[in-house]
């Protein structure tokens, strides 16, 4: 099963930046938290991952809680073409990927 | 860079049947990892393979199984196909076992 708990759907305005929580209180400390999205009718697709730190990339930020209990996934700006299913996942090492439901994320124009 | 391919993109097939799924990783890549995606059981992995050996399986019966080449390319195989079959299955590639999977499009399979 799915080791982290996220919320089924999610709106936001096109141009805001978007907050999508993740629960993982069971995490281990050898887990890295992986972000994947899958936009409609394609694969999903590699977002961001970390273990400790806040994490940057050119698509999101990951803020990662100090017990690192919890995690979010921020868009900076969104628009119409992050609408997608947000996927939180933890992995350990090169453990297989278990995803869950995700998060359905609405953009609003 | 060629993306993760996938062959069919579609296919039909009856109960009863087997059927035969190929994925082309990413050159370079040596992981490839398999999912078999529904809507009421959403993304679940099947398998993933290194450099030609099963590294990871996940929980599926025996029906389904899958090889991969020396050329990194990875086939699945499913016999007896069964109604509950009918999925988009996904194959992803990874450049070692740990780290980013770039997917492909899918195989959507419909079991008659």
């Known amino acids: 099963d799915a080791k982290t708990t996220q919320p089924n759907s999610m709106e936001s305005n096109e141009e805001e930046p978007v907050h999508l929580p993740c629960n993982h209180s069971?995490?281990?400390?050898?887990?890295?938290i992986h972000w994947y999205r899958q936009l409609p009718s394609q694969g999903p697709e590699y977002v961001i991952h970390g273990l400790t730190s806040n994490v940057n990339n050119r698509m999101a930020s990951l803020a990662i809680a100090e017990d690192r209990k919890s995690s979010t996934l921020i868009l900076h700006r969104a628009t119409l073409r992050d609408a997608a299913v947000y996927y939180c996942?933890?992995?350990?090492?090169?453990?297989?990927?278990?995803f869950g439901k995700g998060t359905r994320l609405h953009i609003l124009p | 860079k060629a993306g993760v391919t996938q062959t069919p993109r579609y296919l039909i097939k009856t109960r009863g049947q087997q059927v035969t799924l190929s994925c082309s990783p990413i050159s370079g890549h040596r992981s490839v990892s398999w999912y078999q995606q529904t809507p009421g059981q959403g993304l679940q992995f099947l398998f993933e393979y290194f450099s030609e050996t099963q590294r990871n399986k996940g929980n599926f019966p025996g029906r389904f199984s899958g090889r991969q080449f020396s050329n990194s390319r990875s086939e699945m195989n499913v016999s007896t196909l069964e109604l509950g079959d009918s999925a988009l299955y996904l194959c992803?590639?990874?450049?070692?076992?740990?780290?980013?999977?770039?997917f492909g499009p899918g195989t959507r399979l419909t079991v008659l």
């Open positions: 069971t995490i281990s400390g050898t887990d890295y």
């Open positions: 992803a590639s990874s450049l070692l076992t740990s780290v980013e999977q770039f």
């Open positions: 996942i933890l992995r350990e090492g090169d453990d297989k990927i278990i």
